[in-house]
């Protein structure tokens, strides 16, 4: 008998009106393999190819920018203008014809733009703790063509074929920006007040509803807790949370908010046991244990309790027990993974063919570390690659390939 037969990871699930064949989502990476103008590539297609080919039920794209100014970094797919429709849409044929869905996935960078020259945009002129820009607060203007940017994106989207829209509201991009009492210090109807601080998010789900079918698909990946001290909190979202599927969400996929680290979104050496370690090459964990799996789970289970919608756990799911754990908890409907299958694209396969043992993903993270600067891998296999990544990085490589607004913008 197929193992896959009698698995509750290959039943087939169901966002709002978009039936997927199992409850795998593939979360949604930065891809470094677009063309100038965030246009789709051969390359990018093979990777998605991939992806459909070894049974992965739903598939996020990496974070599309909608508006220019909203571009995170050198090599991100754009949906920003009418004339990547037609290579999106050579995408999405080909993850149809082998049986997956996929939802585009829509995001502003806000002041965590790495694009040279570019004009980024914030709620309030506060430091973005990653890239360390001072951004000027947004005008009324400029905040109302960043929503009417997602709601074009979305109509983008339709037209290109994908099965639904995920806005980007995590990770402290835009959306989280303005969420957050951290970085948004507005006192007019944009900040001010946890309603007032929400009403950007609710704007574009409003925006984006109103530029696609009345039955099309929209979730959102949402921020729960801020890194920074005296930041959100997982009550505040909860509530916001009920509020943003009231305005339209079918699905909710739970994140972190603003930021400090990457490893604040992506957490590193995920059941990384000693034995592991020394075979990967990480002598420093060595006698270490490894950081606890599904780290976003108590969220979500706080979402479960407090929302009435369908919820997507993405963060540190390395084996296929806790894969089947959650999903007969109820504490989620479906399970995300993305660094795991950058190092093994065919992982899903294998479980359905009775894979009990732990993803080889170590989360070490040199795959993000990369972003902007090489197409999406993993730095680990072949061994070669280790000794390419320590010659790129000792070269100092990183330092100069850095993308960043050239002043600061006050």
Not at 205 to 225: H, I, L, T, Y
Request: hydrophobic content about 40%; overall charge neutral.
């Amino acid at each position: 008998m197929d193992p896959a037969a009698r698995d509750e990871v290959f039943e087939p699930g169901r966002i709002g009106s978009v039936e997927v064949r199992n409850r795998v989502v593939r979360a949604g990476t930065s891809e470094s393999m677009a063309g100038p103008r965030g246009e789709v590539t051969p390359e990018l297609i093979e990777l998605y190819e991939a992806l459909a080919d070894n049974l992965i039920g739903l598939i996020f794209t990496g974070h599309m920018y909608c508006d220019e100014r909203g571009r995170y970094a050198v090599g991100q797919t754009g949906i920003q203008r009418d004339e990547n429709i037609a290579p999106l849409a050579r995408l999405t044929h080909e993850v149809h014809a082998r049986g997956a869905k996929i939802f585009a996935q829509l995001a502003h960078a806000g002041s965590q733009s790495r694009i040279q020259g570019n004009a980024p945009l914030a709620p309030s002129p506060v430091p973005n703790p990653l890239t360390g820009l001072h951004v000027r607060g947004a005008g009324e203007e400029e905040i109302e063509a960043a929503i009417a940017a997602f709601g074009s994106g979305a109509r983008r989207a339709v037209d290109a074929g994908f099965d639904g829209v995920h806005i980007h509201a995590a990770n402290g991009y835009l959306i989280s920006e303005f969420s957050s009492p951290v970085t948004n210090a507005r006192r007019d109807a944009w900040g001010g007040s946890p309603e007032s601080r929400e009403r950007f998010g609710l704007e574009v789900v409003k925006a984006v509803r109103a530029n696609v079918p009345p039955d099309f698909p929209v979730s959102m990946k949402v921020g729960f807790e801020d890194a920074s001290p005296g930041g959100l909190t997982v009550e505040d979202s909860v509530q916001r949370a009920q509020r943003l599927v009231a305005a339209g969400l079918d699905a909710v996929e739970v994140s972190c908010n603003l930021m400090q680290a990457p490893a604040d979104s992506a957490m590193q050496y995920v059941a990384v046991e000693g034995r592991r370690a020394l075979l990967d090459l990480l002598p420093h964990r060595v006698l270490r244990d490894g950081e606890p799996e599904a780290y976003f789970l108590p969220w979500a289970r706080k979402l479960r309790a407090g929302v009435d919608t369908t919820i997507i756990l993405v963060g540190g799911i390395r084996t296929p027990e806790t894969m089947r754990s959650i999903l007969r908890s109820g504490a989620a409907d479906f399970v995300a993974l993305a660094r795991p299958l950058i190092r093994e694209p065919d992982l899903l396969r294998r479980v359905a063919n009775g894979r009990e043992t732990s993803f080889a993903c170590t989360s070490c993270n040199l795959c993000l570390m990369h972003e902007g600067h090489h197409s999406l891998r993993c730095w680990r296999v072949p061994r070669r690659r280790l000794l390419q990544h320590a010659l790129y990085r000792l070269s100092g490589s990183f330092r100069r390939a850095r993308v960043i607004p050239v002043a600061r913008r006050h």
